[in-house]
């Protein structure tokens, strides 16, 4: 029975894979849009990303229109949704994000940083996140997109503040 009990522990560790914890802070954060990416994500909780600012610095062929990356600023920062992606579906998320390993194409790196989970000080936590390689396409991002980062920040209830002062504010086409 010992035996038995091991192996299936065992067998639920195989299973469960390795994840990698994704920060997101653009479109992404919309649940629809990253259950059609990514459909085993698992939400981990809300972060803050100090010291950086919400950018919209290329433009999407896909999208048609300006998309999210983040900026070091002091004093700035940026709140999003920290998600568990299964190792499996990691390549799916690349994909979409314009981030192939080694390519000098890219239109995102995905890069490690640290985040605070509920924006505390005391739970800082080790996760990927894509910064938009910049390209000098000026230009906004449309209401469709705009409203994505929205949606995403209102449901998963992002601080009431940065909502209206950052997000609410973003100028669209």
Not at 118 to 133: A, C, L, P, R, T
Request: aromatic share 10%; glycine share 8%.
């Amino acid at each position: 029975m010992k035996n038995l009990i091991v192996l299936l522990i065992f067998i639920l560790i195989k299973n469960k894979g390795e994840v990698m914890l994704y920060f997101a802070y653009g479109s992404n954060m919309d649940l629809k849009q990253i259950k059609e990416r990514c459909k085993s994500s698992e939400f981990k909780g809300i972060a803050l990303l100090p010291d950086y600012k919400l950018i919209f610095p290329q433009r999407s062929k896909n999208r048609g229109c300006n998309v999210a990356s983040v900026m070091p600023e002091t004093g700035s920062e940026v709140w999003g949704v920290v998600y568990d992606i299964p190792e499996k579906e990691v390549s799916n998320l690349d994909k979409t994000e314009g981030y192939i390993e080694g390519h000098e194409g890219n239109s995102y790196e995905r890069r490690s940083i640290t985040v605070l989970m509920e924006g505390n000080k005391d739970k800082k936590q080790f996760v990927s996140i894509y910064i938009g390689i910049k390209k000098s396409s000026p230009g906004l991002p449309d209401k469709k997109y705009k409203d994505l980062i929205l949606n995403g920040s209102k449901y998963w209830k992002l601080p009431e503040y940065y909502i209206k002062d950052v997000l609410e504010n973003i100028i669209f086409r």
